[in-house]
């Protein structure tokens, strides 16, 4: 019986602790354009918390929003549109006083680098020269709803999205692109900036909104007073350093 009840303690006092370091992690659910910036935050935050661990989860904004809705663990959300941040609010997982646009960023229009077609215009882009052309799907990707507002607003879309090929996220697109199985992609700058040997930049697109990416900390995630931390931590300087060396514009 003591044996038994040495074990039980032994096993409570593992869990209490395993629950503890669980208890500690802060989920940050962040666009995929922000993928190589955030992996290099992470860790800068966790030494500046001790005892913190950072748990990064990236997708196109729309999916992640659909996922903490459903109820995955999340205590930071970071969309790359202010859309995708109004549902959010509006779903009331977010709280508009602790929304902050943190970046800024640009729509690109990229071709695989040993491409000899290089679009001068969206207009080229009805060309039959490009029959693929990777887009973000606008439905549930910023970049593609971004790339379809363009497109729309220079009556194209119905030329161009027959070519369409459509890409869950911004890094499927630049992937696409990379690989040489589309003609074009439209991706943010940043992305292009990471892939510089394998694409080339051929045009920056204006956009009828400019693009800033929000972040809010989300009250009801399983960390939340680390998520406001997080959310802070993004506003000093070495963080928005990092963010700068990646691409990423001042709000």
Same mark, same amino acid.
């Given at each position: 019986?003591?044996?038994?009840?040495?074990?039980?303690?032994?096993?409570?006092?593992?869990?209490?602790?395993?629950?503890?370091?669980?208890?500690?992690?802060?989920?940050? %659910?962040? /666009?995929?354009?922000?993928?190589? $910036?955030?992996?290099?935050? !992470?860790?800068? =935050?966790? @030494? &500046?918390?001790?005892? #913190?661990?950072?748990?990064?989860?990236?997708?196109? %904004?729309? /999916?992640?929003?659909?996922?903490? $809705?459903?109820?995955?663990? !999340?205590?930071? =959300?970071? @969309? &790359?549109?202010?859309? #995708?941040?109004?549902?959010?609010?509006?779903?009331?997982?977010?709280?508009?006083?602790?929304?902050?646009?943190?970046?800024?960023? !640009?729509?690109?229009?990229?071709?695989?680098?040993?491409?000899?077609?290089?679009?001068?215009?969206?207009?080229?882009?009805?060309?039959?020269?490009?029959?693929?052309?990777?887009?973000?799907?606008?439905?549930?990707?910023?970049?593609?709803?971004?790339?379809?507002?363009?497109?729309?607003?220079?009556?194209?879309?119905?030329?161009?999205?027959?070519?369409?090929?459509?890409?869950?996220?911004?890094?499927?697109?630049?992937?696409?692109?990379?690989?040489?199985?589309?003609?074009?992609?439209?991706?943010?700058?940043?992305?292009?900036?990471?892939?510089?040997?394998?694409?080339?930049?051929?045009?920056?697109?204006?956009?009828?909104?400019?693009?800033?990416?929000?972040?809010?900390?989300?009250?009801?995630?399983?960390?939340?007073?680390?998520?406001?931390?997080?959310?802070?931590?993004?506003?000093?300087?070495?963080?928005?350093?990092?963010?700068?060396?990646?691409?990423?514009?001042?709000?």
């Amino acid at each position: 019986m003591k044996t038994f009840a040495t074990r039980s303690l032994a096993f409570a006092l593992a869990a209490g602790f395993a629950f503890a370091s669980h208890a500690a992690d802060v989920t940050v %659910s962040a /666009a995929a354009s922000l993928t190589n $910036a955030f992996r290099e935050i !992470a860790p800068m =935050f966790e @030494s &500046a918390n001790p005892g #913190t661990k950072v748990q990064l989860n990236f997708a196109a %904004s729309g /999916a992640l929003l659909q996922q903490i $809705a459903k109820g995955a663990p !999340a205590d930071v =959300f970071a @969309s &790359a549109d202010q859309e #995708t941040m109004d549902q959010a609010q509006t779903q009331g997982l977010v709280k508009e006083s602790q929304r902050r646009n943190f970046v800024s960023n !640009a729509l690109v229009v990229i071709v695989p680098s040993a491409s000899a077609n290089v679009p001068k215009s969206t207009n080229d882009l009805t060309q039959p020269a490009y029959a693929r052309i990777a887009i973000g799907l606008p439905a549930s990707v910023p970049v593609g709803r971004y790339t379809k507002s363009v497109l729309e607003g220079a009556n194209l879309w119905g030329a161009i999205e027959p070519k369409m090929i459509g890409a869950t996220n911004v890094r499927q697109a630049l992937d696409y692109v990379a690989r040489g199985e589309v003609d074009a992609g439209f991706v943010y700058s940043t992305d292009a900036a990471i892939m510089l040997d394998k694409v080339k930049v051929a045009l920056t697109v204006p956009t009828p909104k400019p693009i800033l990416y929000p972040v809010a900390p989300l009250p009801a995630g399983p960390n939340a007073a680390q998520g406001e931390k997080f959310v802070d931590f993004l506003f000093t300087p070495p963080a928005q350093a990092i963010l700068s060396k990646y691409g990423f514009g001042k709000p």
